[in-house]
């Protein structure tokens, strides 16, 4: 399965339309994670026409998007994958302990919100923060995550620049 993952596309002020580089990744995804700060659900809409879509509420979003279907956390199952989602982790020291305490059966945890991009696993679990694709602050690129998932395990993942 290939799973493309978003965060903090931050929409209408910096996400206008999908930009062309991350149209490029989800013309063959199977699944897209989106953790949180869409701000508006007119993303998820557009992001749902390439492929199924499961996202988290952040910080910026309001109930329109939480209508759409964003809870304020959420596990699934993808293909045999435990992954959570959130979208704000919490600060930097002990992140990943504190996610392997919050989703003690995750073996992946995506979150948001600090738009700086890491993909780390310690404390017993993988931590994956895919960035910004419009919003890069102090980052050299904007940046998605891309996720390669069959029978159960994580068989590759990256963090690939898009802007």
């Given at each position: 399965?290939r799973?493309?993952v978003?965060?903090d596309?931050?929409?209408?002020?910096?996400?206008?339309?999908?930009?062309?580089?991350?149209?490029?990744?989800?013309?063959?995804?199977?699944?897209?994670?989106?953790?949180g700060?869409?701000?508006?659900?007119?993303?998820?809409d557009?992001?749902?026409?390439y492929?199924?879509?499961?996202?988290v509420l952040?910080?910026n979003?309001?109930?329109?998007?939480?209508?759409?279907?964003?809870?304020?956390?959420?596990?699934?199952?993808?293909?045999?994958?435990r992954?959570?989602?959130?979208?704000?982790s919490?600060?930097?020291?002990?992140?990943?302990?504190?996610?392997?305490?919050?989703?003690?059966?995750?073996?992946?945890?995506?979150?948001?919100?600090?738009?700086i991009?890491?993909d780390?696993?310690?404390?017993?679990?993988r931590?994956?923060?895919?960035?910004?694709?419009t919003?890069?602050?102090?980052?050299?690129?904007?940046?998605i995550g891309?996720?390669?998932?069959?029978?159960?395990?994580?068989?590759?993942?990256?963090?690939?620049?898009?802007?």
């Amino acid at each position: 399965m290939r799973v493309v993952v978003l965060s903090d596309t931050h929409a209408p002020r910096r996400w206008k339309a999908c930009p062309p580089r991350v149209a490029e990744h989800l013309r063959d995804a199977d699944l897209i994670l989106h953790a949180g700060d869409v701000c508006v659900p007119s993303v998820l809409d557009e992001l749902a026409v390439y492929a199924p879509v499961q996202v988290v509420l952040g910080n910026n979003d309001g109930p329109d998007v939480a209508a759409w279907g964003a809870p304020e956390a959420l596990e699934l199952d993808i293909d045999g994958l435990r992954v959570a989602m959130i979208h704000d982790s919490g600060h930097k020291d002990g992140r990943a302990a504190r996610m392997q305490r919050r989703f003690p059966r995750a073996d992946l945890v995506v979150f948001g919100h600090s738009h700086i991009p890491m993909d780390v696993t310690e404390a017993g679990v993988r931590i994956f923060n895919p960035g910004s694709p419009t919003d890069r602050r102090r980052q050299p690129h904007g940046t998605i995550g891309l996720l390669t998932v069959a029978e159960g395990q994580l068989v590759e993942a990256a963090i690939v620049p898009v802007a």
